[in-house]
């Protein structure tokens, strides 16, 4: 990423590393290769940051690794410097470019959309598996960015559908996924073990942390009143118009992840107890005080999402309509 920027400053004349200049210039409009190699550096930092397949493979054992609130700030906040990276400079500064290999990205996006919900599905460790939906979450957002980025004049607003769903996409899976790692932080708190198959029966016995767990799992999973579906099916509806082919294959995903969420959630709170967790305690008001605000916050952007749409919707059209 440091040469693509250096390659960008000298792209330019004068040189600059000003954000609104190069944008504005766009500097590196039929260059060719060079601009192809600055794209490809600029896209390898950022797919690593969000991160895409196939490099992927830091994060579901960083997050296991991390305590839960860590998870939670790692998946709310700072993935998404790779997906706002790639629309504020690669999109933004490069458009000829990005056009160029829009739908190269966003065969990547919906290969991440696959492949993280059905690894996520395989997974019998809890953090590893919500880990992995992250990845499949992600690749939602660039296939929503990829969307935007092509060059089909006669789809103007299906491509602006589709960032929109992006940018929702982004603030939907930072309250989901931070409740989800909440809720695994919780569990490792009080049994220090993320096998799935150790649990069940919880439901009677945390009846908080079941409601909170089945709320969030709902919305990641896209079930329409929540955040979640707000954000994919303006993704889907957009990449419907512009690559019709990718949608429905894309949809697909959405399918494993409600399977690997209701299977998790049956091995977690239903069937049979075991008696070494006859003394598991429910949630703690700080607890259930965190989680009931992230839930608050996708559930209100589910129910009524006008409010965020129109602030997002403004820029959706300035980045879709200057292309």
Known sequence: MLLAFIGLYLSVEPHTFDMRVLIEQQPLAGAGVSAGLIFLALMLGFAIKAPIVPVHTWLPQAHVDAPGPASAVLAGVLLKMG????????????GETF???????ALFAVVSILYGALVAFGQGNLKRRIAYTSINHMGYTVLGIAVAGALFQDAVYAREMALIGATVEMVAH?????????????????????????YGGLLR?????????????????????????VAEFHIFAGTF???????????????????????????????AMPQRWAKFDDLRPAEWGVLGVLSASFVIIGIAPQFLLTLIEASATLLVGAR
């Open 99 to 105: 056009a160029r290999y829009a739908l190269i990205i």
């Open 83 to 94: 997906t706002y990276g790639i629309l504020r400079i690669p999109y933004s500064m490069m």
């Open 174 to 198: 930072g309250l989901i996924t931070g409740a989800l790692f909440l809720i695994c932080g919780s569990f490792w708190q009080r049994t220090e073990e993320y096998d799935l198959d150790s």
């Open 241 to 271: 118009a512009v690559y019709p082919w990718l949608a429905v294959i894309g949809v697909l995903g959405i399918l494993i992840t409600a399977a690997l969420f209701l299977q998790m959630l049956q091995k977690l709170f239903f069937g």
């Open 205 to 229: 016995q945390a009846p908080l942390l079941a409601t909170f767990a089945i709320l969030a799992s709902f919305a990641s999973l896209g079930l329409p009143g929540l955040a979640g579906f």
